[in-house]
Structures are given as structure tokens and as C-alpha cells.
């Protein structure tokens, strides 16, 4: 059997490589860049560790374990220190803890008494049945109000896809939502309800899934990935064309600058949406790959500072903040590193990393690296109190970041399976299909791993047949 070609390494292409590779399956990856991991970059400079992309793996699912456990990687895993599970919200220009009780709810002042009376009266909202999609925020503005909306969805929505709830679909940005109304009636029905069945699947709500990263930073992930993959990784290796044959794909390559040809039995796209719709795909039934090209990627900044811990008047003892537009701040939150896990940071000195651009301010990502830490330090000398110049900086430009999971994006996921159906052998798997978080990615690697050794398994079944046949 020919080896399966695997486009992308990214966390979801080393991630798939390495569970086929220990089913024993044959793979190449194929990287058009110089390195593995995608966003996932970790620097060390100066005393401080800098991370450009995610910060941190949220455990929701036993296969992320596991592939930590098979890579060899548990004695290198961290875990965030206990006083990092604080996460804040800004309301009247500060950050004010998130209630981690149904008590806490209740005496929170994040809320008007007015928001949480709309909570309590959640259960009783009727469900919508008429099949139609919403929007985040006309889910969020009919079971639990504009309040709600404005200063809890808003700024969630910024964390998680740097997007807008007006835009966001309910059933494919935040599926389980859509499911819980639908199943339970209510969503806080749902969370009560449904806990024990997510128990059941081994599954865990990503609020409330263990956090962790490693000991020098999550780069150590695909760095180890790429390791135990060996030569099995190319760099520096661009596919441009895939062609369909009897035994499997055909490959065109561009590999430091020279014109090849491989060929494979089987081939996962994990890659970006808009990459996928310049791929050229002949298959043996007409397929286009083209309207990919419309899947909106928003940009974004990441703005890592490091500042003396005395310039700083906040504990900054938490996971991070998130910001609504409402309250009128350029940055879109900022992560706690250096209370996350230790050795961000010299000794008497933070992290402190912060996000900028995304479908709310999408001129500001692309700024000069002085004035993205020139407008980040002016939110943060007001949100936290931070006076005098920062001790370290770092800016990473992602000019197409978050694939956005907008109003009609069910079509492009219906377009996926069927494009799998017509070309079979060729699998799409990542963050433009399976979720955007980084466990997502991991989980989607596995996943798909699973789906293409069946199919390698049935051609195999069928070449063992016709051979017998024809003996």
C-alpha cells in the first residue's frame, strides 16, 4: 500500500499522521512552510516565553489525553496553577470576576438585577421549532435578553472566534447551544439534564475542561509530533494539483523550487479553506473546490507584553479578560500567562498577552508592531493599571486567522461530505470543518485518522478480492 499523503502540518496533520503511523499506517506529510505546528508558535527570549497562537489545550475529549500519553509527552505536560482559574469580563471599564456558582451568579456585579431575573425566567422561554437558523445574537437576545447579550455573549464570542454574534450561527459556531434547546427546551434545563450523558460519552464542557500547556510552551507538541513522524514530514513542500487514479491520488509537488510526483492511497486536506479552494482537483466525478474561497477568515494581532510586576496594579491571579465592544476598548482580551504557568516571566515580572483586530476592528491587526503595542498598552493601563514601559514585546500578524462560522456556513460543511462521497480516498479535516479551538484541531486529527483507516482497510478488502477472482 502506498503511503497516505497528508496535506498540512499543522496540529491537525501531525495529529492525524501520528495515530495512522501507530496503526500502522504509511504516511507523508507535506508542509509548504519551513516548520510544523501552524499558529502555534512558542518563543523564549530574554526570561520570558511568548506564545503567538493559543495559550493553552483544554482537555474536553480522552483522545487528547491519549495522543499526550503516546507521544510521550505526560512528564512535560503543566497544568495551570490553582489561582488561575479566575477569568474575567470588563464591565464599567474593569475587570470583574466570572461567578463560578449559581450563589455567585446571584451576587455578581456583572449583572443588573434586571439580567438575572431574565436568566431565571430562561426555562420557561418557549423553544423554537420552526427549524430556522439564528444568529448568536438573536438566540441570545430571545432566551436570555440584550444585557446578556451585550456583556457576557459579545465578549465570549470575541475570545473564542474573534467574531461578531450578529453574524455567528447558533448550530454550527455553538452547536451544543443550538442542541440543548432543542433536546431540553432551555439551556439551564440542558446543563443539568445533560450532564450525565456528556459523562457517558467521556466528554467535557470546555468551561469546565482541565487546562494545560507544556514546559516550554505549546510548541513542544508539534515539535514531538514531527519527531516521532521522522522522515515521514517533507518542509518547504507545496502540493499544488491532486488527480485521481485507479490505485489512489496522484500528487503534484513543489519542493524547494523543484517540479515532482507522488502518489498515495489516500489523502487528507488539512489545510485552510481558502487553500483548499486554489487546489486543483481532478476526480472521477466533477468536483469543485472553489466556493471554499468565500469561507471569511477575519485578521488578527497578537500582542505579547512583558511588564515589572510593580507597573502593574492588578493581581492579574486568573486565566485572563474578555472585553465587550460595548465598553468601548480596542483589544479584544488578553490572556494571564505568566499566572497561567511558570517561567513566563523573569522572577518580579509578568505576561501579558492581548488580541487585537478580528471582525470588530479588523484595520487595527494589520498596524505597525509600535502602535499595536502602543494602543494595547493604553487599554491596559486603564483596564489594569499598568504604568511604564513594557520590559519585553512581541507582535504576530495573522493577516487570516479564524475561519467564521457565519449565517449559511451549514452549506460548506454539506459541501464537505459530499465532495468526500464523490472523490473518495480524499479527506477534509481541521478547523474549517470540525471546530477552532485547538482541541477541536487535536480531536479532528484523530478522527479522521479513524475514517481513513477504514477506507484503506475496505480497498484493501476489495484489491485482496478481485485478485482471488482473478486467480
Not at 51 to 73: C, H, M, V, W, Y
Not at 324 to 331: A, D, L, N, R
Not at 414 to 426: D, Y
Not at 444 to 457: F, I, K
Amino acid at each position: 500500500m502506498n503511503s497516505v499523503a497528508i496535506i498540512g502540518g499543522g496540529i491537525t496533520g501531525l495529529t492525524a499522521g501520528f495515530c495512522l503511523q501507530r496503526k500502522g499506517v504509511p504516511v507523508t506529510v507535506y508542509e509548504a512552510s519551513g516548520r510544523v505546528g501552524g499558529v502555534i508558535q512558542s518563543l523564549r527570549r530574554d526570561g520570558y516565553l511568548a506564545e503567538f497562537g493559543p495559550n493553552t489545550i483544554l482537555e474536553t475529549s480522552p483522545k487528547i489525553g491519549q495522543l499526550i500519553r503516546d507521544a510521550g509527552l505526560k512528564q512535560r505536560r503543566l497544568n495551570p496553577a490553582p489561582q488561575a482559574e479566575a477569568r474575567y469580563v470588563v464591565r464599567y471599564q474593569r475587570p470583574i470576576a466570572m461567578p463560578g456558582s449559581p450563589l455567585g451568579f446571584f451576587a455578581t456585579k456583572l449583572f443588573t438585577a434586571k439580567a438575572k431575573l431574565a436568566v431565571l425566567r430562561e426555562p420557561f422561554v418557549p423553544a423554537r421549532r420552526d427549524g430556522a437558523e439564528e444568529s448568536v445574537a438573536e438566540f441570545v437576545l430571545r432566551r436570555l435578553g440584550q444585557e446578556f447579550l451585550d456583556h457576557a455573549i459579545d465578549a465570549l464570542v470575541g475570545g473564542v472566534y474573534a467574531g461578531d454574534p450578529y453574524k455567528l450561527s447558533v448550530p454550527q459556531a455553538f452547536p451544543k447551544l443550538a442542541q440543548l434547546e432543542a433536546r431540553y427546551g432551555s439551556l439551564i434545563k440542558g446543563q443539568i439534564l445533560g450532564a450525565r450523558e456528556r459523562k457517558k460519552r467521556g466528554e467535557i464542557a470546555k468551561d469546565r475542561a482541565p487546562k494545560f500547556s507544556f514546559d516550554d510552551g505549546l510548541q513542544v507538541l508539534p515539535e514531538t509530533l514531527r519527531e516521532r513522524l521522522g522522515d515521514a514530514v517533507r518542509l518547504e513542500t507545496q502540493v499544488t494539483a491532486l488527480t485521481q487514479t485507479e490505485g489512489g491520488w496522484m500528487l503534484e509537488l513543489r519542493e524547494r523550487g523543484e517540479e515532482t510526483r507522488h502518489e498515495h492511497s489516500a489523502v487528507i486536506y488539512a489545510g485552510t479553506a481558502y487553500k483548499l479552494a486554489e487546489l486543483g482537483v481532478t476526480a472521477r466525478m466533477p468536483v469543485s473546490f472553489t466556493a471554499f474561497s468565500e469561507i471569511h477568515y477575519p485578521p488578527v494581532a497578537s500582542v505579547v507584553l512583558g511588564f515589572r510586576r510593580e507597573d502593574v496594579q492588578h493581581p492579574c491571579e486568573g486565566f485572563g479578560m474578555l472585553i465587550p465592544k460595548v465598553e468601548g476598548f480596542k483589544i479584544l482580551g488578553t490572556i494571564f500567562s505568566s499566572s497561567l504557568f511558570p517561567n513566563r516571566a523573569p522572577a518580579g515580572h509578568l505576561t501579558l498577552t492581548s488580541y487585537v483586530g478580528g471582525e470588530r476592528y479588523p484595520e487595527l491587526a494589520s498596524l505597525s508592531t509600535e502602535k499595536l503595542c502602543a494602543l494595547t498598552c493604553a487599554d491596559l493601563s486603564v483596564l489594569l493599571g499598568v504604568r511604564g514601559k513594557p520590559t519585553f514585546q512581541h507582535t504576530v500578524f495573522y493577516p487570516r486567522a479564524i475561519p467564521q462560522y457565519n449565517l449559511g456556513y451549514g452549506r460548506y460543511r454539506q459541501m464537505m461530505t459530499e465532495l468526500e462521497v464523490k472523490a473518495p480516498g480524499l479527506f477534509l479535516a481541521g478547523h474549517y470543518r470540525d471546530g477552532v479551538s485547538l482541541s477541536d484541531s487535536i480531536v479532528s486529527g484523530c478522527n479522521v485518522a479513524d475514517r481513513v483507516q477504514e477506507h484503506c482497510g475496505r480497498v484493501g478488502d476489495t484489491v485482496l478480492s478481485t485478485v482471488s477472482r482473478a486467480a
